[in-house]
């Protein structure tokens, strides 16, 4: 079976104005390079058209309105200091959280085996009633909520491997037996979130906070943990917070991961996996604002989606 690729133009409307590192070029880059590579193992499709109920599994209902009436006619407005938003943003932000349910049930329905979302903008920063950090809509926590309401799955774990802690996500996810959620993350750091003593109510969050400088060998001792930790919980569904702003390239951040790391987590997650989840697994592009590392690293992740049986 081949790998989806969900995408949609639309990320193109979302503007967030000159000089804003959350910027249209990230999934450009990220969707012009599997265009020219055009691997028939990619199976390409559009976002689903997410409904309301299905967002209000994971946001406030005065949240979402205040999101529905807050795109400006004409030039930008901002949700917090640095989410900004433009006319157009409103189909980017609802493709981008449509297109993990696109990709759920595009696993469920067996048309392919696993998926990568390449949208904007990200989401591990949105809580059920705030945006933040460049996230409007938690895309991966929607998806998680789905796996739980509509297929009925009982473990579902999300692996964040963005550079920065997702707060979001954990916030959603902290009272839910569930959820497995766990996170590497540079700290401190923004968000400020993230230490390990943040477990979950039910110890189902697991955060691996690591320094400012951290090379590639370290992260991957530190990743063992985060493995060990997948084994113990046996998902039936994972789902990956694919960040790329880890790469030693970032400018937003300073690990030093390389292009090839990226390959070599992705495998490592799906080989602990598959005697649980047998192979389900949906990745969402988050952060990584370097163009070239971006489009490299996420090149070498689907690759490793694609690789894996
Ligand atoms: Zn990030």
Redesign the pocket.
Known sequence: MKTGLITSDTYQNHDTGTGHPEQIARVSVIIDNFKKLNNKNLLWKKPSIISDEIILTTHDLEYINLVKKSFPKKSFSSLDGDTIISPGSKEAIFDAAGSIIAAIDGVENKEFKNAFCSVRP?GHHSSQNKAA?FCILNNIAIGCQYLLKKYKYKKVAIVDI???HGNGTQDIFYNNENVLFISTHQYPYYPGTGSEQERGKFNNITNIPLPAGTSSEEYLNAFEYALKKLEDFKPEFVLISA?F?AHEDDP??QFRLKTEDYYHITKRILETTKNFSHGKVVSIL??GYDLKALQDSSKRHVDALIEFN
């Open positions: 990200p950090g963005d550079v920065h960040g702003d937003l951040a988050e952060g």
